[in-house]
């Protein structure tokens, strides 16, 4: 898996999304003290109960569940054509819009996927690096 360090000829689409941990890099989320509910990316603020100052950092799980997602023929410059997006639904009940990698035709609603890092595109000849999901 390629760093999440910017480089000359890269750079991270943004720092505070990722986390280290004993098994690399993950999605840094946060998760309320009082009632439970995890977001990504980072809040200072519980959406669902609004209490602030009860948030604590976690890390997100790598693997989750594909939602729903699909492939796009044209796109914005940077991108390279086809590309697929779509939603991942992780264990602890967040629902992760993401760029998808991979096989598309190993793309199906409720397969397994796991988070990579890597280029997600290019930015005047520069590659930005952001998390993929990718089928199992």
């Known amino acids: 898996m390629p760093e999440t360090e910017s480089t000359e000829n890269s750079r991270i689409?943004?720092?505070?999304w990722f986390t280290e941990t004993p098994q690399g890099k993950a999605l840094?989320?946060?998760?309320?003290?009082?009632?439970?509910r995890t977001y990504?990316?980072?809040k200072r603020v519980c959406v669902q109960c609004f209490e602030d100052g009860r948030m604590?950092?976690?890390?997100?799980?790598?693997?989750?569940?594909?939602y729903t997602?699909?492939?796009a023929e044209?796109?914005?410059?940077?991108?390279?054509?086809p590309y697929a997006f779509g939603y991942v639904d992780l264990p602890e009940g967040v629902r992760v819009f993401s760029p998808l990698g991979g096989?598309?035709?190993?793309?199906?609603?409720g397969a397994?996927?796991?988070?990579?890092?890597?280029?997600i595109r290019q930015d005047d000849g520069v590659d930005v690096i952001g998390y993929i999901f990718k089928p199992v």
């Open 13 to 16: 689409i943004n720092e505070k």
């Open 28 to 36: 840094a989320g946060s998760r309320c003290r009082k009632c439970g």
């Open 40 to 42: 990504f990316p980072r």
């Open 56 to 66: 604590e950092d976690v890390a997100l799980s790598r693997m989750g569940r594909l």
């Open 69 to 71: 997602f699909t492939v």
């Open 74 to 81: 044209a796109g914005p410059p940077g991108f390279t054509l």
């Open 103 to 109: 096989d598309f035709a190993r793309l199906e609603i």
């Open 112 to 119: 397994e996927m796991e988070m990579a890092i890597g280029p």
